[in-house]
């Protein structure tokens, strides 16, 4: 597995997450556009530089939550 690739295990949390949110909703991703919940999660799977930033961003959020909880 080369240093840019994702791991599996961390692209299914993200998934698995992703799957929790309305199938109706869209996400915006700074300035690279809105997409449903079934296009990010292709986009996971491709790791392409939406699924990449996609799986950053919930990982950051995952990480924040952690720290909340020590911090309380």
């Known amino acids: 597995m080369s240093e840019d690739q994702i791991s599996q295990d961390v692209i299914n949390l993200v ?9 109706n909703v869209s996400v915006s991703i700074g ?3 809105s997409y449903t919940i079934e296009q990010l999660i292709e986009r ?3 790791q392409d530089e939406v699924g990449k ?11 924040s939550l ?3 909880a020590t911090a309380a």
């Not at 998934?15 to 199938?23: F, G, K, M, V």
């Not at 930033?53 to 990480?63: G, P």
């Open 66 to 68: 952690g720290k909340v």
């Open 53 to 63: 930033k996609m799986v950053e961003m919930q990982l950051a959020y995952i990480r």
């Open 31 to 33: 300035g690279e556009g």
């Open 15 to 23: 998934i698995a997450r992703l799957q929790t949110i309305p199938s």
């Open 44 to 46: 996971i799977k491709k």
